[in-house]
């Protein structure tokens, strides 16, 4: 189920990556910031009293071109409000109501989405006497807040928390194998769902998915039923979208955390770019199964050595998925579509998979005994026992004398070690350790 989205938006300068910081930063302890392979700063995610959302900081969009500085405000705001369940709407008190203020305040009250006025720089108590005129905004009480000093970040949270919409039950039986389609513009993701319904259709009916954009089509094929989550509506708004193609970043991420596997579609004639990377990145920190699909192979010149080349490519550039398998097809020829869902399958059952403990002991105490765990400052690291805690991803816990002395490249032998014995295909491997308890 995808999280609900909180989005904060104001003209330049009145703090918003600061309050996003604040929100999704490690001094929230209940906050966890995932930028991972991604790089990219506009996205993070957050809880508050139990409460688990997607925030978009709007400061970090990149538009291009020469827009007059209200364009630029305005188009921001149009491309949060599309996405988010509610609008943070930062102000800076020391500069007081602004036209640019006022600019985006008759933005978000057309919309009619839920309003947070968030009054930034509100540094000492002489200040809150500021925060007064920004009940003009229309939107109802204001929030003082300190992004310098991290004060009132619990009380916009409370407000925002309070504005987002109910949660809503998965629609879908567990049987169900959810598939999305992710990747850039022109890859071919609509083509590729039109190649898969058109040849394989049993059942289908379109319905409304729970995001606002995405498409969800149930079909059945040999017995197994799946929904195709399609996220190929990126520019239905026009231009606005065009130009800020990184942006499409938070509508895939909608359709990968309903997902339970994640097509990853690579434009084969063009190859490899960044935005592939950001766009599969998010795949691989929601813990998803994935498979990377280059889609228009039959325009590729090619010989006997091009598969393994771009196979090569792909692996070099997305080291942090080696796990996923790849599949090679036309979804205007429909040339070797029928290798996809064997592997979607597969990698299905994978994600799945949960391995019983003394097995699992088994393989990590034969690993250990290989190439014994580090030593750090005289003290080695001593396995007690691991289990699996989850499934999608599978989720191992290993317990040990002290976590700190386990090096990441130990742990990434360990799952070396687990993945050749289960192989765990198309899918991430989690590892966790924790300080054995003498309970324990």
Do not use: C
């Not at 064997?342 to 019983?356: F, K, M, Y």
Request: proline share 4%; net charge negative.
């Amino acid at each position: 189920m995808a999280r609900p989205v909180i989005a904060i938006v104001g003209r330049p300068n009145v703090g918003k990556s600061t309050i996003f910081n604040r929100i999704i930063g490690d001094r929230l302890a209940i906050v966890e910031d995932k930028p991972g392979v991604t790089r990219d700063r506009i996205y993070g995610t957050g809880e508050w009293i139990g409460v688990s959302f997607s925030v978009i900081d709007t400061g970090g969009i990149e538009i291009e071109g020469e827009d007059t500085l209200l364009r630029s405000i305005r188009m921001q705001a149009e491309l949060a409000i599309e996405e988010a369940d509610v609008i943070v709407f930062m102000v800076d008190a020391k500069a007081g109501v602004t036209t640019a203020d006022e600019e985006v305040a008759q933005i978000l009250f057309r919309s009619g989405k839920p309003v947070v006025v968030g009054v930034n720089k509100v540094d000492n108590l002489q200040r809150m006497d500021d925060i007064y005129e920004f009940y003009g905004l229309g939107f109802g009480e204001p929030i003082a807040l300190s992004g310098a000093h991290g004060t009132g970040i619990g009380d916009l949270l409370d407000a925002a928390v309070k504005k987002l919409p109910a949660k809503t039950e998965e629609e879908y039986d567990d049987d169900v194998i959810k598939v999305a389609l992710i990747g850039r513009p022109n890859v071919g993701k609509s083509s590729l769902v039109n190649a898969i319904l058109g040849e394989e259709r049993v059942i289908v009916s379109d319905v409304a998915g729970t995001t606002r954009d995405a498409i969800d089509t149930p079909f059945e094929k040999d017995g197994q039923k799946y929904v195709l989550i399609d996220t190929a509506g990126m520019r239905k708004r026009g231009k606005v979208y065009e130009s800020t193609e990184k942006y499409s970043v938070m509508r895939s991420m909608k359709a990968i955390e309903r997902a339970d596997v994640v097509l990853v579609v690579i434009n084969g004639e063009e190859g490899i770019i960044e935005q592939d990377k950001h766009i599969a990145g998010y795949a691989h920190e929601n813990g998803k199964a994935a498979v990377f699909v280059v889609n228009k192979w039959d325009v590729v010149d090619k010989d006997d050595k091009t598969m393994q080349r771009f196979t090569n490519s792909i692996r070099d550039h997305f080291l942090f998925m080696t796990y996923a398998p790849i599949v090679f097809l036309s979804a205007k020829t429909k040339q070797r579509l029928n290798k996809l869902f064997p592997v979607i399958d597969r990698v299905a059952e994978q994600h799945a998979l949960r391995v019983p403990t003394h097995v699992l002991n088994d393989i990590i105490s034969d690993a250990t005994a290989m190439t014994p765990p580090p030593t750090d400052k005289g003290k080695r690291l001593r396995i007690n026992y691991a289990t699996q805690i989850a499934v999608k991803p599978p989720t191992i816990l290993i317990f040990v004398n002290e976590p700190e002395l386990m090096h990441f490249s130990y742990e990434r032998y360990l799952e070396n070690k687990i993945r050749a014995a289960f192989e765990f295909e198309g899918t991430p491997l989690r590892l966790f350790t924790r300080r054995k308890s003498d309970q324990e």
